[in-house]
């Protein structure tokens, strides 16, 4: 299917659902990418994003243009699953998943990666829940601050506003540049 984002909306809010598999394409990356990061479990964000396409997919009719773009009422629905599953999951830690290493790894770009991921994190941790999502949605899942502004329900000029001040706020509380770590991490 070789249609834009903008006709297959148009498609499926007319009952044709078949082109939603355009919609899947543009965006099963992405929103894999983002619940992955969440999770950090390759099988859980595969779970979940199945989960948020169908959902999705079956609620195709509440979506409503004028309330936002399609990208945003994606991320609304992922970010809902992702609350949902940690508030049903219990933790348990499969033996297999730790042993499964591609044979293909490069351990040593692997292990720098995790020790730049745990500089992150334990930044991250440091913020209030809404500083980590706007900060995370803006690096990580390279979202605009509209798209995150709608996603959370904050004005534009606000979710830009806590983002610049989590960042100065960062870089002042740590002794090596939060923004660069933050950055690196991505890379």
Known sequence: MNISETEAISLCQQGQLEYFGALYDLYIRKIYDFTYFR???KETAEDLTATI???ALENFSQYQPQKGSFSSWLYRIAKNAIIDHYR?????????????????ANVERDAD???????ARQLL????????DIVTMRVWDGLSYRE???ILGLSEANAKMIFSRTLAKLNKETAFAAVSLLLAWIS
């Not at 990666?113 to 500089?119: M, N, R, S």
């Open 125 to 132: 941790s440091k913020l209030a829940p809404q500083q980590r």
């Open 113 to 119: 990666t995790a020790i730049k991921l745990e500089k």
């Open 88 to 104: 049903t999951s219990k933790p348990n830690a499969s033996l297999e998943d730790a042993w499964d290493v591609p044979a293909a």
């Open 39 to 41: 999770t950090h479990h």
């Open 53 to 55: 396409f169908s959902k």
């Open 148 to 150: 995150i502004s709608e």
